[in-house]
């Protein structure tokens, strides 16, 4: 049984592009969160899938946003990216509001 | 505002030793809560966890401790070992949210 997987594991690229990541959520998981890990800090929210929709939001601006396929997997996407985006995106899922399982993160590193 | 955070940023320990790490929550509003083990480069882990109607829970190794009168949560490591070594994470799920709220993280560093 997989876990939560994430790709790519690793992305560079340059102030003012767009970039998409992507999760798949453990077998019988129907929920994906994702977060944004600064260097030193815990997780911060972003936002939530469930049933295809964002179910909730954390405080971050319109420049993300993001999809959940009826596979229950989900894509983030980021617009005009600045510097300060570079940070290790995480992935989560969970059935509704049980135990979220993280993915390994993918690695954003914006130059 | 919401808020999670740790006593103790760095926790160091004799391989063999127990570990607690402490955790102090702000939102009375909480009703579940986390605790996750995070290795270099790897995504937070979880570990055990324990819901506003538990004081204690006991997983392999670990415990749970829940202190809803003054908003404290405790992870208690017995015979710590190497492996152990990680940054650990506090998180809290309240209300009508679905969102995780982290704290900083702790780092435990088992002596050999």
């Known amino acids: 049984d997989a876990g939560v997987t994430q790709s790519p594991t690793h992305l560079i690229k340059t102030r003012g592009q767009q970039v998409t990541l992507r999760c798949s959520p453990k077998?019988?998981?129907?929920?994906v969160s994702w977060y944004q890990q600064a260097l030193g800090q815990g997780p911060q929210f972003i936002f939530q899938?469930?049933?295809?929709?964002?179910?909730q939001r954390g405080n971050f601006p319109d420049r993300f946003s993001g999809h959940q396929f009826p596979n229950y997997s989900s894509e983030l996407n980021v617009n005009a990216l600045l510097l300060g985006d570079s940070a290790l995106y995480l992935c989560?899922?969970?059935?509704?509001?049980?135990?979220?399982?993280f993915g390994p993160g993918t690695r954003l590193t914006v130059t | 505002g919401e808020s999670v955070g740790l006593h103790l940023p760095t926790l160091s320990v004799q391989e063999g030793d127990n570990s607690i790490i402490n955790c102090a929550y702000s939102?009375?509003?909480?009703?579940?809560f986390i605790w996750y083990k995070q290795e270099s480069g790897k995504g937070p882990q979880f570990i055990i966890d324990?819901?506003?109607?538990?004081d204690k829970r006991q997983g392999q190794r670990v415990t749970v401790l829940l202190n809803k009168t003054v908003k404290h949560l405790s992870l208690q490591i017995a015979a710590t070992q190497p492996g152990d070594s990680a940054v650990y994470f506090c998180?809290?799920?309240?209300?009508?949210?679905?969102?995780?709220?982290f704290g900083t993280g702790t780092l435990l560093a088992v002596q050999p």
């Open positions: 939102n009375s509003a909480s009703d579940y």
């Open positions: 324990i819901r506003s109607n538990m």
């Open positions: 989560a899922s969970s059935r509704d509001r049980d135990e979220q399982y």
């Open positions: 899938y469930y049933e295809e929709e964002e179910r």
């Open positions: 077998s019988g998981h129907d929920t």
């Open positions: 998180a809290e799920m309240g209300g009508a949210t679905n969102k995780l709220i």
